[in-house]
T-cell receptor, first 114, second 113 residues
Framework: KAGVTQTPRYLIKTRGQQVTLSCSPI?????VSWYQQTPGQGLQFLFE???????NKGNFPGRFSGRQFSNSRSEMNVSTLELGDSALYLC?????????????FGNGTRLTVT | DQQVKQNSPSLSVQEGRISILNCDYT??????FLWYKKYPAEGPTFLIS?????DKNEDGRFTVFLNKSAKHLSLHIVPSQPGDSAVYFC????????????FGEGTQLTVNP
């Protein structure tokens, strides 16, 4: 079974621009979550989507948004990029998003904002 | 406010010996704990989990111990192998969500042959 696929692997953007990251979950997984990893803050939860609805949201500004499609694929968007948005963005999928089904992470998208 | 802390940034052990990775938490609402392993250029991989109703869970060479009164958990790897060299993250969740995890900063484990 294919794992979680994130595209692109690397991205360089300029301050003020916007960016869209893509995530394809493991087949059959209906929950998709996004995390940001930075050296200073570690891994931080952004949001979770289940059946095309945002089910949980972390403490990030409204510039960070996401969506999920009917095939469970998900995208996250960051608008008006800031230098501090430079990070590794990890997508994770699980069967249900409940505690009995652990998260399976993709290899991430490395975003650099200059 | 770091609710999950891994106080040791790194740990080095000899192959065949026991590796003990520690994690402390402050939020009393956490009721489910997990360990993830991360190799460079890869996403974290789930290792083992434990519910707050238990104090120990084993899976092969990996055992997680939970001490609720001390708000402390540990991961034991016996015997340690060079392939275990990776960054280990402790994570915790509260309520019904298994997706909203609070992670520690990670501990780099190096197992020397």
């Amino acid at each position: 079974k294919a794992g979680v696929t994130q595209t692109p692997r690397y991205l360089i953007k300029t301050r003020g621009q916007q960016v869209t990251l893509s995530c394809s979950p493991i087949s059959g997984h209906r929950s998709v979550s996004w995390y940001q990893q930075t050296p200073g803050q570690g891994l931080q939860f952004l949001f979770e989507y289940f059946s095309e609805t945002q089910r949980n949201k972390g403490n990030f500004p409204g510039r960070f948004s996401g969506r999920q499609f009917s095939n469970s694929r998900s995208e996250m968007n960051v608008s008006t990029l800031e230098l501090g948005d430079s990070a590794l963005y990890l997508c994770a999928s699980s069967l249900s998003g409940q505690k009995s089904s652990p998260l399976h992470f993709g290899n991430g998208t490395r975003l650099t904002v200059t | 406010d770091q609710q999950v802390k891994q106080n040791s940034p790194s740990l080095s052990v000899q192959e065949g010996r026991i590796s003990i990775l520690n994690c402390d938490y402050t939020n009393s609402m956490f009721d489910y704990f997990l360990w993830y392993k991360k190799y460079p250029a890869e996403g974290p991989t789930f290792l083992i989990s434990i519910s707050s109703i238990k104090d120990k869970n084993e899976d092969g060479r990996f055992t997680v111990f939970l001490n609720k009164s001390a708000k402390h958990l540990s991961l034991h790897i016996v015997p340690s192998q060079p392939g275990d060299s990776a960054v280990y993250f402790c994570a915790a969740s509260a309520g019904t969500s298994g997706s909203r995890l609070t992670f520690g900063e990670g501990t780099q484990l190096t197992v020397n042959p």
